[in-house]
Structures are given as structure tokens and as C-alpha cells.
Nanobody, 121 residues
């Protein structure tokens, strides 16, 4: 089970850090990702980190502003979001998976419940 937290309301230009804690299962051998669903849009890829933490990938829209990291000892993945924009407003989901297309939703077998991020202008 994955539990996302850390969402909230923030002004444009502000920062938030999302956390996603795993319970009932060890995800140390899983790659972890963040996706988001903005109002009226489909869920989209945001960021990805390999099981070792050695490689990270980002959507072009967040590159340079967001940072994904993981703490395997705590079974937790983080998404540090800086310089937030109104278009970052969405429900953010964490996910765990093994292999496959990292940008594809169906590559992830475990999903958190989502946490809402609202960025005001």
C-alpha cells in the first residue's frame, strides 16, 4: 500500500514537498514514479526514480523545478516541487513498478490514493 501526503494550497512561485510512504510491502526493488491528473485532463507522467536511486527522469514541464528522491530505509519516495505554477494544480499520485515504459500508467502495479496540490496565481 502506498500513502501519499503533503499536498495543499500554495501561491505561484512557492514550494511543496510530497511524500509517499509504503506499508505492508517493501518497495526497495521497485522503481517509483509520480503522476498527476489536472482538472479535465488525463493522468500524466511527472517523475521517475529507479530502484537504486541512480537514475531519475522528469516530464519536460517540470524539469528543473521538481526533484524526485527516495529513502529506501523509510520505504518512502518524495517529490520536491519548487517554483510552482498554476498549471501544476492537480491530484498527484505515487506509483511503484518493475520494468516497462516508465511513462505508461500500466507499467506500475501499485498506486497511492493521490494528494491534491492547488497553486493559486
Amino acid at each position: 500500500q502506498l500513502q501519499a501526503s503533503g499536498g495543499g494550497l500554495v501561491q505561484a512561485g512557492g514550494s511543496l514537498r510530497l511524500s509517499c510512504a509504503a506499508s505492508g510491502h517493501t518497495f526497495s526493488s521497485y522503481a517509483l514514479g509520480w503522476f498527476r491528473r489536472a482538472p479535465g485532463k488525463e493522468r500524466e507522467f511527472v517523475a521517475y526514480i529507479t530502484y537504486s536511486g541512480g537514475s531519475r527522469y522528469y516530464a519536460d514541464s517540470v524539469k528543473g523545478r521538481f526533484t524526485i528522491s527516495r529513502d529506501s530505509a523509510k520505504n518512502t519516495v518524495y517529490l520536491q516541487m519548487n517554483s510552482l505554477k498554476p498549471e501544476d494544480t492537480a491530484v498527484y499520485y505515487c506509483a511503484a513498478g518493475r520494468g516497462g515504459n516508465i511513462y505508461a500508467i500500466n507499467s506500475y502495479g501499485y498506486w497511492g490514493q493521490g494528494t491534491l496540490v492547488t497553486v493559486s496565481s
